[in-house]
């Protein structure tokens, strides 16, 4: 199986992303996605569901049309990521890219609509072995697409 860095590492890598993200006023740190390349970078903006205040994530994703689509992984650890907790109790949040900012619609893919974006990760370098990782949680690793508000 795989080996992950120590989970102090990829909190740590996150945290400096999102610096960086901050000290550059968001001219380095975020990307676009290259079709069967690398994932793109973007940063999503929640509502905290216990604080009702603003929380911003960087995610890594591939994009589906016009929807933005990202695994709610957090670091492959066996709990979800208080994002995704975010958006099951109010979808609604905002992207931020490269190319500007705009609202999206946060919904869980399911079934063959899942199997087909989870088969489209798999094609982006930088996730490393997906179904190895997803094995370590114990439980299935929900495919999160967001669509344009």
């Known amino acids: 199986m795989p080996q992950l860095p120590p989970r102090w590492f990829i909190r740590g890598a996150w945290r400096a992303h999102r ?25 999503l903006t929640t509502i905290g569901r216990r604080t009702g205040t603003p929380r911003g994530v960087v995610l890594g994703y591939i994009q589906d049309g016009d929807n933005y689509v990202t695994l709610a992984m957090n670091g492959w650890a066996k709990e979800d990521p208080a994002w995704w907790l975010n958006l099951r109790a109010d979808p609604h949040g905002t992207v931020d890219l490269r190319t500007g900012s705009h609202p999206v619609t946060a919904t869980e893919a399911t079934g063959a609509d899942r199997e087909r974006l989870w088969a489209a990760l798999h094609d982006c370098t930088g996730y490393g072995d997906l179904d190895a990782f997803a094995a370590r949680r114990g439980r299935e690793t929900a495919v999160v697409v967001l669509a344009r508000s």
Do not use: E
């Open 19 to 43: 610096t960086l993200l901050r000290v550059s006023a968001d001219r380095v740190g975020l990307s676009t996605p290259t079709p069967g390349g690398k994932f793109g970078m973007l940063r």
